[in-house]
């Protein structure tokens, strides 16, 4: 048994955390290609084939642009690779494994609010839309925030327990 804190952390959960960080160093790398391998191709339609009555200028920055929430999103669930690390080898508490979970909420958060606020209006500008329509969240948004602010909160919640635990040992020392 390894200790964390107080609390006896079992070999198997270690285990856990071990084969959830080799799935994710797995699937973040098809992750990227799912979002990149699309956007090269409608990189390529855009400046190639273009619709009809389009400017391939505009419709290549369409495409750049909207591909940064998903990008940053994926950027940013690189950090749980750090959290599963620090999990692996028992340190639940430690304030890497809470920082880096606070950086894949915050992430997530930023890669809402472009998806949200920022893109669609820029995307507007740039096809001659109307900027207010554009303004149209949707299920998949209101689910990327419940997920972003529930790993924002717990990596604060953690990290202000790994700092009690510092004080703690560091009062006894």
């Known amino acids: 048994m390894t200790m964390t804190g107080v ?3 079992t070999t198997a959960a270690n285990q856990v ?3 959830a960080r080799t799935l994710a160093q797995i699937a973040i790398p098809l992750l990227f290609a799912g979002i990149l391998l699309p956007t090269i191709g409608s990189l390529y339609l855009a400046a190639f084939e273009p619709a009809p009555g389009s400017d391939p200028t505009a419709e290549a920055l369409v495409v750049l642009v909207q591909a940064i929430p998903p990008l940053l999103l994926a950027w940013s669930m ?3 690779t750090k959290v ?4 692996e ?3 639940y508490l430690s304030r890497e494994a809470s920082t880096a979970l606070k950086r894949v909420g915050q992430g997530g958060l930023l ?3 472009l998806n949200v606020i920022v893109i669609p209006p820029l995307v507007a500008l740039l096809r001659g839309d109307s900027v207010f329509a554009a303004l149209n969240p949707n299920i998949f ?3 990327v925030m419940m997920f972003a602010s529930t790993t924002l909160t717990v990596g604060y919640v953690l990290e202000d327990a790994a700092k009690q635990l510092k004080t703690e040992n560091d009062q006894i020392v």
């Open 111 to 113: 890669a809402l609010l």
């Open 84 to 87: 599963l690390s620090e999990y």
């Open 141 to 143: 948004d209101l689910c």
């Open 7 to 9: 609390h006896p952390v």
């Open 89 to 91: 080898a028992g340190r």
């Open 17 to 19: 955390a071990r084969k």
């Open 78 to 80: 690189l950090g749980l």
